[in-house]
């Protein structure tokens, strides 16, 4: 069982910079392929940023692209998403999510484990 908390939400400009955090619990959590998703009022959830068990791999929704930052420590049992130059359109709850296989997935069924989301607002 792996438990993910996410952090560092808030309500932010445009142009402005967030880094968000999830926490995982569990001792396998170095051995997880994982992943951000977002979710817009009235949309369905969809893929921001993926990274392999290693770190060594990343893959980005072309709306994050360039823009993003997907990174983990495995000492810590993290992995962040930095967002630089956010856009009013980035504006979503972020869910944290664990795919109990190594690579980089993009889509929502292949990962196992989801956090709560944490709220990010942009405003125009």
């Known amino acids: 069982q792996v438990r993910l908390v996410e952090s560092g939400g808030g309500l932010v400009q445009a142009g402005d910079s967030l880094r968000l955090s999830c926490a995982a619990s569990?001792?396998?959590?170095?051995?997880?392929?994982m992943g951000w998703f977002r979710q817009a009022p009235g949309k369905e959830r969809e893929f921001v940023a993926a990274?392999?068990?290693?770190?060594?791999?990343?893959y980005y929704a072309d709306s994050a692209k360039g823009r993003f930052t997907i990174s983990r420590d495995n000492a810590k049992r993290t992995v962040y998403l930095q967002m630089n130059s956010l856009k009013p359109e980035d504006t979503a709850v972020y869910y944290c999510?664990?795919?109990?296989?190594?690579?980089?997935?993009?889509?929502?069924?292949?990962?196992?484990?989801w956090g709560q989301g944490t709220q990010v607002t942009v405003s125009s």
């Open positions: 990274i392999s068990w290693s770190g060594g791999s990343t």
């Open positions: 999510a664990a795919s109990t296989a190594r690579g980089t997935h993009v889509f929502v069924n292949e990962y196992t484990y």
């Open positions: 569990g001792r396998t959590f170095s051995s997880y392929g």
